[in-house]
Structures are given as structure tokens and as C-alpha cells.
């Protein structure tokens, strides 16, 4: 089980605009990153929080929790099912 301080990276889109999230990766260190769908993110958009706090935002990020590091998981939509695949950096 993660440790739910953990910090991860997200967007300030998603938390503050309510944006989908609808990408996820774990790079090969086993850190995450929680994205929506805007494109031509910038540093700047960039905002860490822990574990917890993201799946509070979104509870069926819980069912990633397991994927392997360099997993990248994937949705068009919340009503969507994850796809996860594994990616080249």
C-alpha cells in the first residue's frame, strides 16, 4: 500500500479549475504525476500534494494504486475505465 503522505505532482487546473483527471503516471522511481486534459502545461501550472489529498479529489485514482513503476494510466472521461500501459520516458 502507498503511503498516503507521499507527495505527487498535479496541476493547478486540477485543483483549482476541478479539471478531470484523465492521465496518470508513475515514473520509474515510483513517483506520481495527475494530469487533466489541458495541453501546453508550463512549471508554473505545476502544484505538489500528498497522496490522500488526490484521491479525495478523484476515489477511483484508488484502483492505480497498484500499477507498476513506468505505468502510464489513461481516460477520456470520469466514466471511463483506466487503461493502463507501460511507457517509454
Known sequence: M???NDAV???R???ENNSTIVSVFRD???DWQFFGKEENISEED???ISLEEILRIDSTLKE???INNG???????KE???VVERYEE
Open 2 to 4: 502507498e503511503n498516503l
Open 9 to 11: 505532482i498535479t496541476t
Open 13 to 15: 487546473f486540477v485543483l
Open 28 to 30: 520509474e522511481d515510483g
Open 46 to 48: 505545476a502544484k505538489v
Open 64 to 66: 492505480l494504486l497498484d
Open 71 to 77: 505505468s502510464h494510466a489513461h481516460r477520456e472521461n
Open 80 to 82: 471511463d475505465n483506466w
